[in-house]
């Protein structure tokens, strides 16, 4: 079963997912924390995918536009609360195995090495019926 | 040999191609893969193929996509080319310089996505820099008058002897004025040294062998700081008259801050300011900060540093800036 884990960050300034306040050992603990997960997901053969998106300044809102041109503008809108900073897919035997690695996930370290306790957003890729 | 491989090209349908063993074969099979009818990335994976002999799915996974996705790429480069009308020889010594340079643009994009991979395992885009090293090797046993083709072989090793010291424990990335040179490549460098004392004094100088003489410049010093800069300055201002690229003036930048000071290089910088191929671009905010760092202006410094993390679309990359504005931070 493939299961899609979505990490969202808040958006703007402050608040603890601002990795970029963080002291240097903290930052270093969680992107060693990251590698390593991504590394064990791998080696147990549980990884179907794994990406980290750019930052939302970055981001471009695309519709259909005029002519059949893509109509490109910034985004996404300043409102929104948080954007989604990266996913996993994982392929595992059962929904619990999905929320194991979920959890994990959400354990990862920030300020003072404390786990962010991040809510990880977990749902099924739709496959194909059983035979 | 020469029927087998056209009879593959007109049927257009991915199949086992034996690797070529004529070394005139080999030279056209890839003039053809890397025609300037195909992008880049098609071209890679196309000459991958047909002239690396690797197989479909060892592209596919080298490339993190699917087998299936893969194959189509290569099908559909395959079709390209019969469109342009390629046929199965040689370029005329007209088409030469411009084919040539068409081949060694899509070995050097080769050995970079091998050698900057922000993803995948380590092992799968070594083996995408070693398969370009191989094939410049043939390319220069083919034409082994090519002064650029040394150039190119020349910059891949010297490149590649330091990859050891490039990669932090965590993935990150570690530039050149950080890295630990005793991770360097000792021999590897000997050689692509040796190829770039034999390439510069055979005529025209090239952009490859350029950039060859000023990696070598950097492999042959103990630290940064005991480098030959002036030398390197010299060296790109050769290279700006071969190429408008604005990123070449803002590593001569870099280098004449380390021989001037880094006043001088930030007053360079703030000439690129308007350059619209530089506009967001992260390299020129990390230089930027690189340069505010030395003049000890850190807390600036540290705002360029987290504007080019923000700019950037690699992985090691972001981490490293994000890191070094950290590291920064806590030394204010």
Known sequence: ??????????????????????????????????HDL?????????LAG?????????????????????????GPFAESKEFLA?????????????????????????????PLVIPIEVRQVMQAPPA | MATELWADWAFVS???????????????LLFMCCHPALTPPSAIALTLRAVGGLTTAEIARAFLVPDATMAQRISRAKLTIKAAGASFSLPTDSERPERLRSVLHVLYLMFNEGYTSSSGTTLQRTD?????????????????NDAEVSGLLALMLLTDARRAARTGSV?????????????????????????????????????????????????????????????????????????DNPVVALNRAVAVAMVEGPERGL??????????????????????????????????????????????????????LRLKAARLTAAL
């Open chain 2, 267 to 320: 007053e360079l910088l703030a000439s690129l300011e308007h350059e619209a191929r530089l506009q967001g671009s992260h390299r020129l905010e990390a230089v930027r900060g690189h340069l505010l760092e030395r003049a000890g202006d850190r807390q600036r410094a540290v705002t360029h540093f987290l504007l080019a993390a923000e700019a950037t679309s690699s992985e090691p990359e972001r981490n490293y």
């Open chain 1, 38 to 46: 991504k590394r064990d997901l791998d080696k147990a053969g549980e």
């Open chain 1, 86 to 114: 990266g996913f996993w897919i994982v392929d595992v035997d059962s929904p619990q195995r999905a929320y194991e690695i979920a959890a994990r996930a959400s354990s990862a370290p920030g300020p003072g090495g404390k």
């Open chain 2, 171 to 243: 993935g990150e990335l570690i530039p050149l004025d950080e890295q630990d040179r005793t991770l360097w490549d000792r021999e590897t460098i000997a050689a692509g040294a040796a190829l770039v004392s034999e390439a510069l004094p055979m005529g025209a100088v090239g952009s490859y062998q350029l950039q060859a003489a000023i990696a070598r410049v950097h492999s042959e010093a103990p630290s940064t700081d005991e480098t030959d800069w002036r030398q390197i300055v010299l060296l790109y201002d050769l290279l700006m008259r071969l190429s």
């Open chain 1, 1 to 34: 079963m493939k299961f899609m884990l979505m990490m969202n960050a808040p958006s703007g300034k402050g608040g603890e997912y601002n990795v970029t306040s963080w002291p240097p050992e903290d930052l270093q603990a969680h992107i060693r924390f990251m």
């Open chain 1, 50 to 74: 794994a990406e980290g998106l750019a930052p939302p300044g970055q981001a471009k809102i695309v519709s259909l536009g005029k002519n059949g041109v893509p109509a490109v503008t910034d």
């Open chain 2, 14 to 28: 991915p199949s086992d191609v034996d690797v070529p063993a004529e070394r005139d074969d080999a030279l056209v």
């Open chain 2, 128 to 144: 995408l820099s070693n398969e370009a090293i191989r094939l410049t090797r043939s390319l220069r046993a083919a034409a082994p």
